[in-house]
């Protein structure tokens, strides 16, 4: 059983940075995938906003936060990190960490459906 736990949500204003923080327990970090989805109103569907390998830390990202969103992960504090700059009201929602296991050979994926733990996300608002 693996426990997320996001912080590092808020009010920001449009140009802001952010970085928000995913820490997790109960399993083997260093073979975690890690990914961060947005929830955003009106509907249910969680979209990625970028995802981290457990193999070389590679990252993946979602078309929303080109060139403004990187990701990074630190094993030795079992913690990822999504920060995002040039804030935009199009980037509010609800900010959800996950992850899933990783497999020697597979690709990392964001399809929110292969990601098994999911915190319990933070809120980010992004006024104009």
């Known amino acids: 059983q693996v426990h997320l736990v996001e912080s590092g949500g808020g009010l920001m204003q449009t140009g802001d940075s952010l970085t928000l923080s995913c820490s997790a327990s109960?399993?083997?970090?260093?073979?975690?995938?890690i990914g961060w989805f947005r929830q955003a109103p009106p509907g249910p569907e969680r979209e990625v906003v970028a995802?981290?390998?457990?193999?070389?830390?590679?990252?993946r990202y979602g078309d929303s936060g080109t060139g403004r969103v990187t990701i990074s992960r630190d094993n030795a504090k079992n913690t990822v990190r999504l920060q995002m700059t040039n804030l935009k009201p199009e980037d509010t929602g609800f900010y959800y960490c996950?992850?899933?296991?990783?497999?020697?050979?597979?690709?990392?994926?964001?399809?929110?459906?292969?990601?098994?733990?999911w915190g319990q996300g933070t809120q980010v608002t992004v006024s104009s």
């Open positions: 995802a981290v390998n457990w193999n070389r830390g590679g990252g």
């Open positions: 109960g399993g083997v970090f260093e073979r975690l995938n």
């Open positions: 996950a992850s899933y296991r990783g497999t020697w050979g597979q690709p990392l994926t964001t399809r929110h459906e292969d990601y098994n733990y």
